[in-house]
C-alpha cells in the first residue's frame, strides 16, 4: 500500500469521525414537553419570557442564580433558575433560547441567548429638533 | 400636488448611480476583452481590457469618494447615510460609518479588488489576460451587489444612493414628508454605538484585505487550469497567497484582541459562527500556500495544491454568505442581517464552484503525476502531512458552524452543541498537536531523501528539552489534562525546534529565516492560548460566604461577586473595592480599585473601569476593562448593575419583615444573613435600669454580612414588673441594620424578630466577575512574530525573484 493512500484512508476516517462526532454533539431545539421528559439531556429551548410573573434576581444572595417563568412556542410556561447573572435589558428580550436541563420542576439554564426587537429592526424615521443651525 | 423639496443634494445621487452601473459595465467588458485578449493572444484585445479595468478603478473610486462626500456633509436626504450616521457623530468614526453596513462592506472589499488588480496589470506579465479574467469576472458581481435594481421581483445589490423618502419602501407617505423642507427636521439614526471603537476602524480593512488576497492565488489557478500550464503559476501566486497568510490571520487576531478586550464573554475566542467562518477559509489558505511550496520545490502534491486554493476562495464567498444571510440568526450574536442578498451571493458562489470543480474534472487527466511516492523522512512529506492537518481541521469547524445550513437545506432541526466551546476544542486541540509537532521537526528535513538518524539526531535535544519544560511546567500550572500537556509539549517542541533551526541550521543568516521564525511565532500563539485558558483563574468566584451549594450542584458555577459601594473585600491576592459610578454620555463607568494589604493600611495599586454602554439601538451594552501587565492580565467586567444609582438621601428606618426564629434558625435581610445563635436570661439589667422584679431576655444574632464578616446582634426582651413589655433593639450602623426582640412563645421557644433596615443602606453595588489570564502576552506575540515572520519571507521571496 502506499502513503499516500494511507493518508487518504486516514483523512477520510477522520472526516466521518467529525461529522459524526459533530453531529452527535449537536443538541436539539425541543420545547418543554420534550426537555422535561428527558431531564438528563441538555436541550435548546426557545421562548418568550411571561412578563405576568416576577422574575427574580436578589444578588446579594446569590449572584449567579436569577430565576424567571418562560413559555415555550407551544405555550407551556415553566419556572427558569439561569445560573448566571442577571443578563442585562432581560426585560427587553422578545425572544430567548435558553440551554440547559429539566430539573424536577424547573428548568436549569446554563447559558441564554437573547434576541432583542431593536437589534434587528429597521427603524423610521423620526423628527426630531431641528439642527444646530450653521 | 408634487411637493418641491427644498436643500436636497441629489445630484450626488444621480452622478453616484452612474458610475455604480459604469463600474459595472467596464468590468463586464474588461472580463470578456481579457477572455478574449486570451484566446486569441491579440495584445489589442488585452489594451482594451486593461483599459476597461482602469474605467472600472476610476468608477469604484468615484463612487467611494461620492459616499464619503455624503456622509461628511451629512446628506440624510440618502436612506444609507440616515442609517449609519448622525450629524452629531464624531467625524474620527467616519471609516467605521463607511463599512457599518453592506453596502459599504462589499465597497471595502471591490476596493482591495481594484488595488490588487492594478498590481497585477503590471506584474502578472504573460498571465496578465487569463489572472485578469478571472478578477475582473469577480469585479462584475461584487460591482452588482450595490446595484440596488430589480429584475421582476428579484433585487440585485443595495444601493447606496436610494433616496430616502422617494425610493425606500419603509419610508414612503411618512407624514414629515408632507414638509418641503424636512431636511431641517431630520437627523440620522447614527453609528451603532457598538462600532464606534478604534478597533472597528481598523479591523475590517485589514480582514477584507485578508478576503480579497484570496482571489490572487484563486485567479492563477483557474488560469493555469485553464492555460494547461500547470506549473508556471506556482512563481508568482506564492508570495500572493503567503501575503495572504498574514494579512488574513493578521485580521483574525485583530478580531480576537477586539473581543478580549471589548467584548464580554472572556477570551480572545469563543468559536462563534462568525469568528468561524472567517477561520476555516484562513486554514485552507495556510494550507493550500504551503502546498504551492511544495509542488514548486518537488512536483507532487499538484492537485492537493489546485483544490486547498480554489476552496479558500470559495469558502470567502461561503462565509460572507454565511454572516450576511441571517441563516446563523439563531446562533451567534453577532450575525448580521439579511438585506434580501443571500440569494445573489449564493449564485455567486454556486457559479465560481462549479466554474471551479468543472475545469479541474477537465483537465484532471491532463494534470501531471508525480511518478514515485515522497519519501518519508522528507520534507515535502511533513509538509504534505501538515497542510492535511489544516484541511480537515478547516473542515471540522466548517461543518459544525454550518448546522443551521444543513437544517435549511436537509429539513433537519439540530442545534449547535450546547458546549461549543468544549466541542470544538475536543477536535482542534488534536489537530493543533500533531500539527505543531509536525512544524517543530519539518524544517531540519531537507527536500528529498533524509537519512533518519542524523535527523532525529539533530532534533533530539529540542525534543528533550521540550519534555523536560512541558513536565516543569506542567506542575508549576498544575495541568492535570493530558491534551492540554500534549499541546504544551507540542507548541514548546515547535517554537524550540524552529529557534534551533536559525541558531544551528542557519547560524543566524536572518534572510532565510522568516518562515522559521513564523513557525515560532506560531508556536508562541498556540502556547500563549493554552496557558491563558487552561490556567485562567476566576478570582471573582465565591467570595461573598454566602453558601449557595445548598441549592444543589447546579448552582456551584459561582463567578460573579457582589460588590457594595465602599465595601472591600479579597480577591485573589488583592482587596477589591467599588469606589462608585460616572456617568459621560452614554457610558456609565463603575470605578473598581484594586488594592493591597500592607502594615499601613490597604495600598492601591491599579483602578479599573469596567462600563456598560446606553445603546438604544443594541441593548445595552457592557464593556470590560482590562489591567495588563508583563506575565498576566486581569481583566474586570461588570455582568450586571442597576443603571439607575439607588438613592441615598433617606434618614431613618423602616421595617423589613418579622420573623419567628427558633435557635439556629436564619433569616435574610438585604445585605446580611442572620443565624438566631442562642436565647439566655439577660445581663446587664443595671445598664437597662432593671429592678430585681424585671425579666430581660437577650437574644444572641450572628450575622453575617457580604464582605465575610461577622458580627453579633443582642436585641433584648424585656418583661416589665410582670406586665409590660419593652423591647430594646440593638443596631449595626454599618449594615445599616436594626433587630427588635418582640415577643417570645414560652412553649417552643420561638421568639418573633423585627428586621428593620436603614433607609440609607441601600447602597450601590455592581456584580462583578474577575479573572487572571496568565502569560497571555506570548500570544500576542506570537501573533506578530507570525505575522512579521511570513511577510518577511514574502519580501526575500519578491526580492530574489526579481535579482
Known sequence: MKKSHIILIVLIAVAIGAIVGSISDSSTYADFDKAFSNPEREYHVVGQLNRDKPTVYEPEKNADLFTFYMLDNNGVEKEVFLTKAKPQDFERSEQIVLIGKAKDDVFVAREILMKCPSKYEDGTPEETPAKASI | MEIQYLNEHLWVGQVGNVFVILSLMAALVATISFFIAQSTKDVSWENIGVQSFRVHTLAVFTVIGLLFFMLANHYFEYHWVWYHTSSTMPIRYLLSAFWEGQEGSFLLWTFWHVVIGNVLIYTAKNWRPSVMTVLSSVQFFLASMILGIYIIDFKIGSNPFTQLLREHPDFANLPMFANANYLETIDGRGLNPLLQNYWMTIHPPITFLGYALTV??????????????????????????????????????????????????????????????????????????????????????????????????????????????????????????????????????????????????????????????????????????????????????????????????????????????????????????????????????????????????????????????????????????????????????????NLSYINSVLKGKIKKAGAAVAHVGFGMLMLGALVSMSSSDTISSNTSGVDVSQLGDDFSNNENILLLEGDTLPMGGYYVTYQGREKEGIYVRFKVDYLKKTENGYQPQFGLKPFVQLNDRMGNVPEPDTKHFLTRDIYTHVTYATLDPPKTQDEGFKELKVETLAVGDTAYATNAIMVLDNIFRGTGGKELGLSESDIAITARIKVFDFNTKTHFLQPTFVLKDSSYIVPVPAENESLGLRVSFERINTENGKIDLKIEESKAAKRDFVIMKAVIYPYINLLWLGAILTVIGILFSVYTRIKTSKA
Open chain 2, 216 to 497: 490572487v492565488p484563486f485567479a492563477y489557478a483557474i488560469a493555469a487550469l485553464w492555460r494547461k500550464d500547470y506549473r508556471g503559476w506556482f512563481k508568482p501566486a506564492l508570495p500572493w497567497a503567503y501575503f495572504g497568510v498574514a494579512i488574513f490571520g493578521g485580521g483574525i487576531i485583530m478580531g480576537g484582541a477586539w473581543a478580549y478586550e471589548a467584548l464580554s464573554f472572556g477570551g480572545f475566542w469563543a468559536w462563534d459562527p462568525v469568528e468561524n467562518a472567517s477561520l476555516v477559509p484562513w486554514l485552507t489558505l495556510v494550507g493550500g500556500a504551503h502546498l504551492i511550496m511544495i509542488s514548486k520545490n518537488k512536483g507532487s502534491s499538484l492537485l492537493a495544491a489546485f483544490a486547498l486554493i480554489i476552496l479558500s476562495f470559495i469558502l470567502v464567498l461561503y462565509s460572507t454568505f454565511l454572516t450576511r444571510s441571517g441563516v446563523l440568526g439563531e446562533t451567534s450574536v453577532h450575525a448580521f442581517t439579511d438585506l434580501g442578498m443571500s440569494g445573489q451571493l449564493l449564485i455567486y458562489l454556486l457559479f465560481y464552484l462549479v466554474l471551479a470543480i468543472a475545469l479541474v474534472v477537465w483537465r484532471y487527466k491532463d494534470l501531471p503525476k508525480s511518478k514515485q511516492e515522497d519519501h518519508l523522512w522528507s520534507r515535502e512529506f511533513w509538509m504534505f502531512v501538515g497542510s492535511l492537518i489544516f484541511m480537515i481541521s478547516s473542515f471540522q469547524i466548517a461543518f459544525t458552524t454550518s448546522i443551521p445550513v444543513i437544517n435549511k437545506v436537509f429539513g433537519t432541526n439540530m442545534a449547535p452543541p450546547t458546549d461549543p466551546i468544549a466541542h470544538y476544542n475536543s477536535w482542534q486541540l488534536p489537530f493543533a498537536v500533531l500539527l505543531l509537532i509536525v512544524m517543530g521537526f519539518t524544517l531540519f528535513l531537507k527536500y528529498k531523501k533524509n537519512e533518519f538518524a542524523p535527523f532525529f539526531k539533530k532534533i533530539f535535544i529540542e525534543l528533550a528539552s521540550s519534555l523536560l519544560l512541558t513536565g516543569v511546567v506542567g506542575v508549576l500550572l498544575k495541568l492535570q489534562n493530558p491534551f492540554y500537556l500534549l499541546m504544551l509539549f507540542a507548541s514548546t517542541f515547535t517554537v524550540l525546534g
